[in-house]
């Protein structure tokens, strides 16, 4: 037999293999969901609603999963560095709820500031703060985004948190 034939048989052999063998099927492309910019502003507004109407001149922050900030309002009344804190809020819950399971940034700081050595880790960290007022927007167990508030003096009835999840309620119904 030629070097050309055995070569050729070769390949033939391969080819009816691999025809033999079952197709591998395409796996599907995983549906994501995600938070759209007009969901995120209804959630923002009725954030500033609610504090508004307990008095409170604050800032808030609605971002997407990947941290991208989609909405920062304030009232016409707010802090200086109210905008920022909402920011910063809504990064730090989005930040450090993936591996702890934490929803909000009240149970982040509760964890946290028992420990010198996550302290000393998080002020490492541009950008993080530890105060109530960052919660999760999840749909269903997906982390779909993050809502922060800014601006009350805390030791309030309606602080920080309360407002954030008041604009988490104006959703809810988008939200499974």
């Known amino acids: 037999m030629t070097r050309f034939a055995h070569r050729y048989l070769k390949i033939a052999a391969v080819?009816?293999?691999?025809?033999?063998?079952?197709?591998?099927?395409?796996?599907?492309?995983?549906?994501?969901?995600?938070?759209?910019?007009?969901?995120?502003?209804?959630?923002a507004q009725a954030a500033l609603a609610k504090c508004?109407?307990?008095?409170?001149?604050?800032?808030?922050?609605?971002?997407?999963?990947?941290?991208?900030?989609?909405?920062?309002?304030?009232?016409?009344?707010?802090s200086l560095h109210s905008g920022y804190s909402a920011h910063a809020k809504a990064f730090t819950v989005l930040s450090y709820s993936y591996s702890s399971g934490e929803t909000t940034t009240s149970q982040i700081t509760q964890r946290i500031t028992k420990s010198p050595a996550a302290i000393a880790r998080i002020s490492g960290i541009p950008g993080l703060v530890l105060a109530p007022g960052g919660a999760l927007i999840k749909f269903g167990n997906e982390t779909v985004g993050a809502i922060g508030v800014g601006g009350t003096p805390?030791?309030?009835?309606?602080?920080?948190?309360?407002?954030?999840?008041?604009?988490?309620?104006?959703?809810?119904?988008?939200?499974?």
Do not use: W
Not at 59 to 65: L, Q
């Open 52 to 78: 508004t109407a307990a008095g409170m001149h604050i800032s808030v922050s609605v971002m997407n999963a990947q941290g991208m900030e989609l909405v920062l309002i304030h009232d016409q009344f707010a």
């Open 154 to 176: 805390g030791g309030v009835a309606v602080g920080d948190e309360e407002c954030a999840k008041a604009g988490i309620e104006k959703i809810a119904d988008r939200l499974h």
């Open 15 to 43: 080819a009816a293999i691999a025809g033999a063998a079952p197709m591998a099927t395409a796996e599907p492309l995983p549906t994501q969901h995600y938070l759209t910019y007009q969901v995120a502003l209804e959630a």
